[in-house]
């Protein structure tokens, strides 16, 4: 059946550091991936979308990596801050074509001061 | 622009009542979605919508649940007869196009508590 897991539920690194979310599945081949932040009380926001002919896409502090041999993404905020502290979401395409989404259960980020 | 507007923010009712949830995307936005978020299961795909044609909606629990959009700017969805089960925060997301690779805007959600 198809899955997609997040490393952890939660994560918690020192403020400065570079934090590095993993997102792996199985059974799916996407043409695109796309990570969502979550605050609490709040609807997903978009952060990034990478295709499957992409290794790497940054914004800002942010790199997204997709490896579609390993079947798996890493999501990095680098010199991360409190404010960055969330929930990530990764989410696949069913298929190609197809303009549904599928969503990882997310992992939360506490950046610590 | 508002952004995906969802009424109400919070609702409670007592099992077995009709509960009514709607969504506005925003202007110009021809795909709308609706998920359900729990912390069991994550967020879910209930239904989607393109052009206000409803093109997948293999994520509906069950009968209970039913989804409209009778126009591009409002959306409904209803569960009748609610269970305590269908607790969750409810979802609608728009995107700008019914093709692939588009971003979703999601609205601020509804707390849905069945007593």
């Known amino acids: 059946s198809q899955k997609i897991e997040q490393n952890s539920e939660a994560l918690n690194i020192q403020e400065g550091k570079t934090a590095t979310l993993t997102c792996n599945y199985t059974?799916?081949?996407?043409?695109?991936l796309q990570w969502y932040r979550q605050d609490p009380g709040r609807g997903p926001v978009f952060l990034l979308l990478i295709r499957e002919n992409e290794k790497e896409k940054r914004k800002e502090r942010l790199k997204v990596t997709f490896d579609t041999t390993l079947k798996q993404s890493l999501f990095h905020i680098t010199a991360s801050q409190p404010a960055d502290s969330a929930t990530y979401l990764c989410a696949l395409d069913e298929n190609p074509g197809a303009n549904n989404l599928f969503f990882g259960t997310g992992t939360r980020l506490t950046v610590i001061p | 622009d508002a952004g995906v507007i969802q009424s109400p923010r919070h609702e409670v009712t007592e099992m077995g009542q009709e509960v009514t949830l709607r969504c506005k995307p925003i202007s110009g936005h021809n795909s709308l979605f609706w998920y359900r978020q729990t912390m069991m299961r994550g967020l879910e795909l209930l239904i989607y919508?393109?052009?206000?044609?409803?093109?997948?909606d293999s994520g509906m629990p069950e009968d209970r649940f039913s989804a409209k959009m009778p126009n591009a700017s409002f959306s409904t969805l209803k569960i009748q007869p609610s269970e305590p089960r269908d607790s969750a925060v409810y979802f609608c997301a728009s995107s700008p196009t019914g093709g692939t690779y588009n971003e979703q805007f999601f609205g601020p959600g509804t707390r849905l508590t069945v007593l």
């Open positions: 059974n799916y081949s996407p043409a695109y």
């Open positions: 919508f393109n052009n206000n044609v409803p093109i997948d």
